[in-house]
């Protein structure tokens, strides 16, 4: 099965590209983070330059980091043990998402966060005293998952950049008229049998294979 590459990840793909159905944001000051999932990496630059490099645990498969370009919009303090010293908030729209750090230090180095991405208490006490709130975090990978994978099956009630992909492809076709926010309701659901409807598919209001291959999405 092939998979659009929807964000460019410069460790596996430089003819890639950002899609616009993403959330974008504009760069804020000086500082950038950009978070690679598949090498559990954080990066931290300053004017293009790597100032800082951290080994960091992200989410397992059924509850994946966000991919996308998002922004630091909130720095809190001692939320709990689960979360360590210090939180940093991102404007994912569908979810709360952070960086924060841990009481499970043996996570770093693997996929076992909900979606939010781990630090050791340590370093995320740096991060924070580094960059300030609007600074821009990037998220790279496959918005469909690991291209080894088969894409998510989505029905109402499912949330994540996928189903702000597929929302995005059907506000493009005519069918959706809501806000392409991640969160798969009602409004998606009659959107989605529409379409279903008018590509002969089976009108159950579910996101197949069959779907997203005739939304473009997959190959």
Not at 37 to 45: A, E, G, Y
Not at 49 to 69: C, L, M, Q, W
């Amino acid at each position: 099965m092939f998979v659009l590459l929807l964000t460019l990840n410069p460790f596996e793909n430089k003819n890639s590209f950002p899609d616009p159905s993403l959330p974008i944001v504009a760069d804020q000051g000086d500082f950038a983070i950009e978070v690679y999932p598949s090498n559990h990496r954080l990066v931290v630059r300053m004017k293009d330059r790597t100032i800082k490099k951290y080994t960091i645990a992200v989410g397992n498969p059924s509850t994946p980091t966000p991919i996308g370009e998002y922004q630091i919009v909130y720095k809190g303090k001692d939320w709990g043990a689960a979360f360590g010293p210090r939180w940093l908030g991102l404007n994912v729209p569908w979810g709360t998402y952070g960086i924060h750090g841990t009481n499970k230090p043996y996570s770093i180095g693997q996929h076992l966060s909900h979606g939010c991405i781990r630090m050791r208490n340590r370093d995320i006490m740096e991060l924070f005293d580094m960059v300030p709130v609007g600074t821009k975090v990037t998220i790279y990978g496959h918005v469909l998952g690991d291209p080894l994978q088969d894409a998510r099956t989505l029905a109402e009630g499912d949330v994540g950049a996928d189903v702000q992909l597929v929302q995005s492809r059907l506000k493009s076709a005519g069918y959706f008229t809501g806000i392409c926010n991640g969160k798969f309701r009602s409004d998606t659901t009659i959107a989605l049998k529409k379409f279903q409807k008018d590509h002969k598919l089976v009108q159950n209001g579910v996101i197949s294979s069959k779907v997203y291959e005739e939304l473009g999405l997959l190959e």
